[in-house]
C-alpha cells in the first residue's frame, strides 16, 4: 500500500519541466540552427488589441481562393490577426448568437493533490457549456493565448466545412494571439459537443472539450417524460504523466517555431506541413524531411490514462446528481476520451432516449449503457426508489485513482427529499 501511495505523490507538482531530450525537438534545434537563430528566444508578446487580418491574401468571408498561409514564402506570423473565413452568411445578412472563446493553460485539480497542467477553454475543464435552440445563427470568436496552435471541431454538428475546424483540411490552426470567427447555423438538434482538433490525443482528450446542446423549440421527449432537470455528464480519461512531458515538449518546440515564423524563416516541410501528399512522399523519400513517425524520430509515448473523470473530477470530487421522488431527470453522457466507459446506475432501470444527439425510433429500458469514444447517449431516470445510488463505469479499473480503487469514473444519484437509514460517508482506499 505505502509503494502506491508514495507513487500518487509524484502527480502533486504536474508542471515539472521533462529533463529528457525528445527526438522531435532536437529535430527543431537542427533546424533552427540552421538559420542562425538563437533557441533561448521567445515568441512576441500577443497584441493588446486585435487587428483585422489582411484578407487579399487569405480570403475573407466573401473572398476566393482561401487558402493556407503556411505556403505563402516568407509568411510571417504576427499575433492579433482576426481570421474570418468564408462559408457563412455575414453578420449583415443574419442576426447571430455571438459567444467569446479562449483557449489559456492552467491548472487544474482533478482531487486534492492531484494538479496538472492543462489547456483549457476559458480555463476550465470542461470548457463552457453551450445552449442554442435549433436553427439559432452562433458565432463564436475563438482566440488563442497560448503558444501552441490550436482549433475548435464541431463534433455531430451539419455547417460548412470552412467551420469544421480541421487543421490543413478546413483551415490553418490558430496561431498564437489570433482568433478565429466560426459562424454557422445550430443544427441538428441534441446533444453535441466540441474538441480541439490539432494534437488530438492531447489537447481534446485531456480538457479541451464542452458540450454543446442544442434544443428544439418544442422537446417532443418531453411528452412522454416529463423531465424538470438536465444534468451533463462528460466522461474523461487523462493520462497525468503524458500531459506533463508533451506539453512541455511542445511548448519548448513551439517558441523556437513561433520565433522562426515570426521571422519569416521557417520553411513549411520543417514543421510538417506540405501542399499535397506527393510532395510529402518527395520529401520522406529524399531524405529532406525525417517523418515523425520513423523509429529515429519518435519518441514512443503511451497514452496510459491513470485518471478517471466526470465533469473535470474523479470520485471522491466528482458532483452528485440530483433528484427527488416523482420526478424526472434528462442526463447527457457526453464521452470525451478515447475509450469506451460502461456507465451503470445502481438501484434503477433508465430510458435510453437519444444516441449521437438524435432520438431513438423507440427508448430502450436498461441499467448499464456503453459510452463508446466521441460519441453522446442521453438517458431519462424517474425517482421511484429514494436512497443513495452509485453511478459508475462497471468497466472497474476506470474507477480508480492513479491505480487505486474507488475512485474515478464514479458519481452517486441522491435524492434529495428523504431521510436516510444510513449516512453515506467516503471510501478511498479498498
Not at 483540411?169 to 447555423?185: E, S
Amino acid at each position: 500500500m505505502s509503494s502506491n501511495k508514495d507513487k500518487s505523490l509524484t502527480n502533486e507538482v504536474e508542471a515539472q519541466p521533462v529533463v529528457e531530450d525528445n527526438k522531435r525537438r532536437n529535430f527543431l534545434r537542427g533546424a533552427m540552427a540552421a538559420t542562425g537563430t538563437a533557441a533561448a528566444a521567445v515568441v512576441a508578446p500577443i497584441a493588446a488589441k486585435a487587428k483585422e487580418m489582411d484578407h487579399s491574401m487569405h480570403g475573407g468571408m466573401a473572398g476566393e481562393n482561401y487558402g493556407s498561409m503556411m505556403f505563402m514564402e516568407n509568411h510571417k506570423m504576427k499575433p492579433g490577426n482576426i481570421i474570418e473565413p468564408p462559408g457563412s452568411p455575414s453578420p449583415n445578412d443574419v442576426k447571430y448568437k455571438v459567444f467569446d472563446i479562449d483557449v489559456q493553460i492552467v491548472k487544474h485539480e482533478i482531487l486534492p493533490g492531484i494538479v496538472t497542467h492543462v489547456f483549457a477553454f476559458n480555463g476550465q475543464v470542461p470548457g463552457p457549456e453551450f445552449h442554442v435552440t435549433e436553427g439559432d445563427w452562433v458565432q463564436v470568436n475563438f482566440t488563442n493565448r497560448t503558444e501552441e496552435m490550436h482549433t475548435i471541431h464541431w463534433h455531430g454538428i451539419v455547417l460548412p466545412y470552412t467551420m469544421d475546424g480541421v487543421p490543413m483540411v478546413t483551415q490553418d490552426p490558430v496561431h498564437p494571439g489570433d482568433t478565429f470567427v466560426y459562424r454557422f447555423q445550430a443544427k441538428p438538434s441534441g446533444t453535441r459537443w466540441y474538441h480541439c482538433h490539432w494534437s488530438t490525443p492531447l489537447h481534446a482528450a485531456s480538457a479541451m472539450h464542452g458540450a454543446f446542446i442544442i434544443h428544439r423549440k418544442n422537446e417532443p421527449l418531453k411528452k412522454r417524460f416529463p423531465y424538470t432537470r438536465d444534468y451533463t455528464l462528460m466522461l474523461e480519461a487523462m493520462d497525468t504523466n503524458f500531459i506533463r512531458e508533451e506539453m512541455n515538449g511542445l511548448l519548448e518546440g513551439m517558441k523556437e517555431v513561433n520565433l522562426l515564423m515570426s521571422k519569416g524563416l521557417l520553411d513549411y516541410k520543417t514543421h510538417g506541413f506540405f501542399k499535397d501528399y506527393k510532395e510529402f512522399k518527395q520529401a520522406v523519400e529524399s531524405g529532406e524531411y525525417v517523418a515523425p513517425y520513423l523509429q529515429s524520430r519518435s519518441s514512443g509515448v503511451k497514452v496510459e490514462p491513470n485518471f478517471f473523470m466526470i465533469n473535470g473530477k474523479s470520485y471522491p470530487a466528482t458532483k452528485r446528481i440530483g433528484i427527488k421522488q416523482g420526478e424526472w431527470i434528462r442526463v447527457r453522457l457526453i464521452n470525451a476520451s478515447g475509450l469506451s466507459h460502461h456507465m451503470h446506475l445502481h438501484g434503477h432501470d433508465f430510458w435510453w432516449v437519444a444516441m449521437d444527439g438524435n432520438d431513438l425510433p423507440e427508448p430502450r429500458k436498461m441499467n448499464t449503457i456503453h459510452v463508446e469514444p466521441g460519441s453522446t447517449y442521453d438517458v431519462m431516470v424517474y425517482g421511484d426508489n429514494p436512497g443513495f445510488w452509485t453511478w459508475h463505469d462497471h468497466k472497474t479499473v476506470h474507477a480508480r485513482n492513479n491505480g487505486i480503487y474507488p475512485g474515478g469514473m464514479l458519481t452517486v444519484l441522491a435524492y434529495e427529499d428523504f431521510e436516510p437509514t444510513y449516512i453515506p460517508s467516503v471510501s478511498t482506499d479498498q
